[in-house]
């Protein structure tokens, strides 16, 4: 169950031997779009990535609101679940290693957070040990439009070794749905991370054999 102050397992031990070498933070944030962090699950567990999510109670308040999914079943889409007030949690800590860290969505409040090093809850806390520890942290900020505060935090995470990735769609791959736009998003998270995908239509690429294009032709122009 959520909230517990302790990590879950949601899958068996014998599952995770052997098979999950690479460790993923994943937060999920209060801001719209938790879309984003549910389908970011959904496609890391066709990968050998093992999850780890954070769940803050805004999120939690969001997915009832903007998706068909309550809260627990969100988190049984993750290998490791992680009450988002347990800053003693293994992602606090520098010595758990992971290939990085998501923020997905990011709300401003939490993008506040780690710019200023204010890590009052884990999922802030976690980000702020992915800076200190040189990993990735991507931060997938949901917010529009924006004031020079917002602006001067985005760039202040920047500076401090932050990946500010907006879900800004690209529509030369003429989406079909609104899981094309997602996925769109999602896999310029995962070219960051260097996780291997095949989510979106690339400029310049065929969409049904992956060669490469003239783009104009690709496009129609």
Known sequence: MLGTGHSVKTKTQNE????????????????????????MLECLK?????THLILS???????????????DEVADMADFVYDHKNVAAG?????FL????????C????????ANSYTENLLVRAADVSLKEKRKLVLVVRETPLHQGHLALMSRAADMGAHILPPVPSFYHRPKSIQDIIDQTIGKIFDYMGIRHDL?????????TGQRIHPLTSVGA
């Open 16 to 39: 995770l031997e052997g098979s999950m070498s690479k460790r993923i933070v994943i937060g999920i944030a209060g801001a719209s779009g938790v879309t984003y962090g549910i389908r």
């Open 98 to 105: 992971t290939e990085g860290m998501v923020v997905v969505p």
């Open 46 to 50: 066709e990968t050998d990535y093992e």
């Open 57 to 71: 109670e805004a999120a939690k308040t969001n997915i009832r609101i903007e998706t068909a999914y309550q809260p």
């Open 107 to 114: 709300t401003i409040k939490t993008l506040s957070g780690i």
């Open 91 to 95: 992602p606090a800590s520098g010595s």
């Open 200 to 208: 979106f239509q690339r400029w310049g690429e065929d969409a049904d």
